[in-house]
């Protein structure tokens, strides 16, 4: 079955580091395109960071410099390191398999998500 | 940075009823539209890619259409578990999505 399971989520102290992973099964992660989307409590969904095939990476403004996206092929696993943390960064963060060109790169896999709160 | 809008944020329909929500990118995105179903609590689930192929298991009471700036879904005979938030994405750079529409029960 292909699929992604989120972990490593939590409570984390404003400034704090924390990282989650997304472990895939079915497909191989390093054919793919991979994207950590999130959503703040009751706001729409935000793609915050890409690593394509290529292993390039891609940040939204509002992270780049504190978030680094990577990947283990030995593990099949994404990962997503977030350091300086901030408040505003609370969110659902979800793992999406991003497709390629042929299938217009649409996210077609998506984990169940892992929940990140930023608070003191 | 190609910015999404969706129309309307919101609306109230009754099971029967033919449902369209709009997207609109700041610029055109050809046909690298993609929606996006979301239960509360749930993931988002990808219904529609390059703005009209449907996925694989999606009832086909949904469609997509559309191509540079504007795009319409449709949900041609609304049921139960239609009831939902429907986001679209552009594709075509760097994803983003819209603000999402929010269908719910008369």
């Known amino acids: 079955e292909v699929q992604v399971v989120e972990s490593g989520g939590g409570l984390i102290q404003p400034g704090g580091s924390l990282r989650i992973s997304c472990a895939a099964s079915g497909f191989t992660v390093s054919d793919n395109h991979m994207s950590w989307v999130r959503q703040a409590p009751g706001k729409g969904l935000e793609c915050v960071s890409v690593?394509?095939?290529?292993?390039?990476?891609y940040y939204v403004d509002s992270v780049k410099g504190r978030f680094t996206i990577s990947r283990d092929n030995s593990k099949n696993t994404v990962y997503l390191q977030m350091n300086s943390l901030r408040a505003e960064d609370t969110a659902v963060y979800y793992c999406?398999?991003?497709?390629?060109?042929?299938?217009?790169?649409?996210?077609?896999?998506w984990g169940q998500g892992t929940t990140v709160t930023v608070s003191s | 940075d190609i910015q999404m809008t969706q129309s309307p944020s919101s609306l109230s329909a009754s099971v029967g009823d033919r449902v369209t929500i709009t997207c609109r990118a700041s610029?055109?995105?050809?046909?690298?539209l993609n929606w996006y179903q979301q239960k509360p609590g749930k993931a988002p689930k990808l219904l529609i890619s390059?703005?009209?192929n449907l996925q694989s298991g999606v009832p086909s009471r949904f469609s997509g259409s559309g191509s540079g700036t504007d795009f319409t879904l449709t949900i041609s005979t609304l049921q139960p578990d239609d009831f939902a938030t429907y986001h679209c994405?552009?594709?075509?750079?760097?994803?983003?999505f819209g603000p999402g529409t929010k269908v719910d029960i008369k």
């Open positions: 390059g703005a009209a």
């Open positions: 690593i394509y095939n290529s292993g390039r990476p």
């Open positions: 994405q552009q594709s075509y750079s760097i994803p983003f």
């Open positions: 610029q055109s995105i050809r046909n690298y």
């Open positions: 999406a398999r991003v497709r390629g060109a042929d299938y217009h790169y649409a996210m077609d896999v």
